[in-house]
């Protein structure tokens, strides 16, 4: 299901957002469904990854004796 509203915007950003649209050969309303739902995704996925980041950095870093060699420094 989807919903309507509205959206106040001046002249300027409204006909750069019409541009925008129309080079992508989009609706005006197609165009901004996407942004918002592309930042919406984003900001889902951030909180799950930052919990993750937080937990990573709780665990100590496992300490190697002796310097690191080329191979283990650059391990991917």
Not at 11 to 32: C, F, G, M, P, Y
Not at 44 to 73: C, K, N, Y
């Amino acid at each position: 299901m989807t919903s309507n509203i509205t959206l106040r915007l001046d002249e300027k950003t409204l006909r750069r957002i019409k541009h925008l649209a129309v080079d992508r050969h989009v609706s005006v309303s197609a165009w901004v469904s996407d942004l918002v739902t592309r930042a919406v995704d984003e900001l889902d996925g951030f909180e799950p990854a930052r919990r993750r980041a937080l937990q990573a950095m709780r665990q100590p870093a496992p300490v190697h004796a002796g310097p690191l060699t080329r191979e283990q420094a650059h391990e991917r």
